[in-house]
Every structure is written in structure tokens, then in C-alpha cells.
């Protein structure tokens, strides 16, 4: 089963083919020939995961999308008070090329417009044998993960063209923002823009910085979180130049755009995003990029003012129902039948605010376990907020489920999450309020599948109840001549809590409910028992008292073995009483395990 953001991605990408406006940037040779075909997209998390569409393995140059990692490398070099004499971090409202300095100053109003990026430049030294640039190549290599190679190509068409650029530097060397050469700083700059890269690259640059700093694959870290800090600042309010504004509020993302085609976006503590598409729009950014960003923010609540803090896992607890089966008590083929095709049913606690990186997280791990998993459950009684993106990612979840023949089914109390999937899948989706009746639902899932003839029957003799099944038919004879019929509506409360042992009652047909109480003195259903099950024997315990309330779920036939006929049996036939005795104890041994084992589920959670 494909993951369903991968699904988003490739239909977001499809969609965004079709848009043909825009421009391959004329001027400079080798983007002016750009295939304006070529198109793809790729998120990056911050634990190395990467999605993407289309044309993600071709190489373009990276252009101005390389000045928020050189001022990185300035920022780690000099510290932000010293790079601040030289560059400002205001919005400057220009485009990318404009010839503007701040007056008296002639600082540059921030880095990422050209005359900012050149400054930059300019503030990283060489350092024994290796020059200026090799740094810088270096250093936009480490975030990348891979070593990145110059094009000699458009280099020499930056040259060519960058007269501009050349004025630039000069008029920044007039107010000595350049100390140097200023020859060979912007020689330097045309180096860094004319790196050639691929939208995979900037996805992990781009998920490196939300990662605060340390590559999500290599797990070094390449700049420490400070750097990381005042560079996504710098991106948020002047990364897409005279953009900036309407980019901040229909996106929200820190972000640069390049004129080869590029784009990233950063969402600090979940992923980085990077588009390639060269036809550009007047700002100089991709129109296809933007119209993908754009796309993204809003239907993956991406936009910063929503995505909040990314805290603990979004799951809590991640098991199979051979670890926490129903409490329904079964016959020893029913429970054979189960052990065997247990962890075919998944259970997923989930809890926190499912956002873009919980909800990547959640179904990547669904998607991951699709091939052996045919049922499973989503407990999300600990959600606190099931976002845009939950929601949307959850919907083809359930499409992806139904196409493939398997079930799912939600523990969601107030049925809210259930009533909203249902709507947009237009299907019904199994949903209780707790986690008994969930897996309950699970094992006669299991039982109809892989073995039908066992699933609970309308009712059941005596003799077959599982409580019964060691004990010899003479002596189920025995027990049988001293039993009582009894007839319960459903919603009757048969047995309280507290109320003395005044017999052991067997299920015939319908189906009862078992409620116990908590430490703080709220009630929780504890087990639902069926035709061949049987209650009220905990009560023979030191404590002689009732430890669950029983309710009539239907229409629901017993047969009892009072306390009366009890002490009758143990005064006629104590061979057979003592018999009885222990297959009552091996029941109860058999409950107290299970209900172990789920109690450290959910601490465990």
C-alpha cells in the first residue's frame, strides 16, 4: 500500500503540470535553455525521510538559494553581532537585484538580496589550504549529505553576465562592507550560485535547518541551533524579496527562492520542502514552486501560525492484540485460532496534536507493517488536536484499506473523528468508546475470517461453555440436574459491585456486559461475555462479594448454579464439586493474565 502522502504528492504533482506560465530565467545562458517541463517535488523530514514526485534527480544550479547557507557559514565564523556591523536583517521590499544600500551605513538591508549575499561572501576567509570558496562548498555539502560539484558552465555565463553584480561589489568596497578584493569576493559569489544541486539535496538542506541544525540522516551537526535561528528569521521576512508579505501570509514558511528554477521551505522541528521548476514568475521565483508551496501550507495546516511545536511521538504505544486481547472468554479452539493470527491486527495509541510531522509519522509507520497487517486499530482517546492533515491523510488511509480488502476501525469516545472520516471516505467506519470493545470487534473479525464456524452461536449448551470444558460429562450431569433458567431484558443490572456470591450463572444466548470501577471511582467496561461464557463465580473469593456491576446488553438466557445448589453439590458428590472448583480456578487464572497483560499495555502507553 502506498503511503498516502506519497499519493498526495504524486497527484499535487500531476495537477501542477499543467501549469505552463512563466519563464526560464533569461539572464544567464544556461538557465535561459531550461527544460520548462521539468518539475518535481521533495519533502525531507527531520528523521530522514524523504517523499517525492517528478523530476527530483535533476541537476540545476542553485542561484540565490545558496545565500541563507553562506550567511550560515558567516554566522559560525564571526558570530552574529560582527556579521551584523556588515549586513542588517531588515525586509528591504526590492527585488533580488536592486541597487540599494542603507544610507550613511552602506550596510546591506539583509542577506538575502544580491548586494547581502555578496557581503556575505565577503566575511568568509580562507583557512590554511583551503580557499574561501572550498569552504563554502564544503560547507553547502555537509548539509546536503553529498559532495556538490561546481558547473564550470554557468559559472562562466555568470561572469558573462554580471556586470551588475560586479557594481555591486565595488560600491559595497566604497563603504568598505568589503575589506577585500572586491574582484574576487563576487568571483566567488558566482561560484556559490553556479553549484549544482537537485530538489533531493534542498529538501535535506532545507530539513537540516528545521532539524536545528543537524543532518536528519547523518545526525551530525552541521550549524549550531543559534545559526539556525537567525537564518530561518532572515528567510521568513526577506527570503522571497518583494514577495515576502504576500508569501508569509498565504504560506508561512521561511523560504528562498533561486532563479535556476529552485525553491525551499522550512518548517522548523517537522520538514523541509524543496520544488524545482524553472519557469519563473516576476518576483523570480518558480511559478510551479510557489503554487506547490502554497498548496502544501494549506492542505497540510503547514502554514507556522497553525503547525505549533512538535512535542513527544504522536504514538504512544504501538502493539498487536496478541498483547491485549478482549477479556471475551472463548473455547480453546477460539483462543488457538487467535494466537495464531494475532498480529495481524495492529492497535496504534495515538495522542498530542496530529500535525504534518505526527500524522507523516503515523501513517508511515501503518504503511510500513501493510504486508503481514489486515486489521487496525487507532486509539485516539489521548488526541488533543486531529488537524487538517490527520485528516485528510486519514481519509485515504481508509480509501487504501477498503481498496485492499482489510478493516479499520477507531476507539474515539465522543465519535467526532469517526464522523468526520465517514463523510469524506462517504463509507460507515467501525468506532467504540473504549478499548474492550474494540477488540472485541477485532477477534470476531479474525474468528469469521479464518475460522467461521467458530465465531459465538446464537446460544450454547451448558456443556459447551468454555468455563466447563476440563470437567467429565458425568459430572457436567451432575451440575446440569441443579441449575436454574432465568431471563434478563436487555439494560437489566443483574449483579452489582459489592453484593454478595449467590450463584454462578450460565450464558445460553445473548450478552452481558462487565463493568468494574477505578481507584478514582469512575467505571470502565471491563469484558462482554456471550452463549458459552459465564459470571458471578469471582464473587467465591476471600472477599465473597460481586467485583464487576453485570448488564443485559440483549435479551439475554441463563442458567444458574445458586449458592444453595452449590453447597448441595459439595454435600453429595464433593469429587464432582472439587472438579468443578478447579475448572473455575483455571478460568479465573486464565482472566487475571489477560487482564495483566493489558494493564501493562496501558502503562506501557
Known sequence: MKSPIQQYLD????????????????????????????????????DGVVYEAGDTDELFSIQSISKPFTYALALEDLGSEAVGQKIDVEPSGDAFNEISLQRGTGRPDNPMINAGAIAAVSLIKSRGPRSRFSRIQDFYSSFAGRDLELSSSVFNGERMTGFRNRALAQLLRS????EDDPDGVVEDYFRQCS?????RDLALMAATLANGGVHPREHNQVVEPETVQNVLSVMTTCGMYDDAGSWTTSVGLPAKSGVGGGIIAVLPGQLGIAIYSPPLDAHGSSVRGVETCTRLARDMGLHFMRSGRPGRSSIRSHYTLR????????????VEVLEAHADKCVILELGGDLLFAETETVVRTITDEQEDMELLILDLRKVDDFGPVALRMMTQLVSNFEAEGKSICLIDPDGAVTSQLASECSMTIASFPGHPAAMEWAETHILERFAPELVSPQSVDVAATATLEPVSPEDVQKIEELLEDRRYEAGHVI???GQPFTGIQFIVSGRVSLTGRATDGSRFRQATLGPGMTFGEIALGA????????TALETTKVRVLTHHALEDLEKDHPDTALRLWKAIARDAYTRVEQTMKDNAIRLRG
Open 11 to 46: 497527484a499535487l504533482h500531476e495537477q501542477l503540470q499543467a501549469n505552463t506560465e512563466g519563464t526560464p530565467y533569461q539572464g544567464i545562458p544556461a538557465t535561459a535553455v531550461a527544460d520548462p517541463q521539468k518539475f518535481g517535488i521533495c519533502l525531507a523530514t527531520v
Open 175 to 178: 563603504f568598505e562592507i568589503i
Open 195 to 199: 553549484i549544482m544541486v537537485n530538489a
Open 323 to 334: 498483547d491485549s486481547f478482549s477479556g471475551v472468554r472463548r473455547t480453546t479452539e477460539s
Open 495 to 497: 449483579r452489582r459491585i
Open 543 to 550: 472477599s465473597g462479594q460481586q467485583q464487576t456491576t453485570v
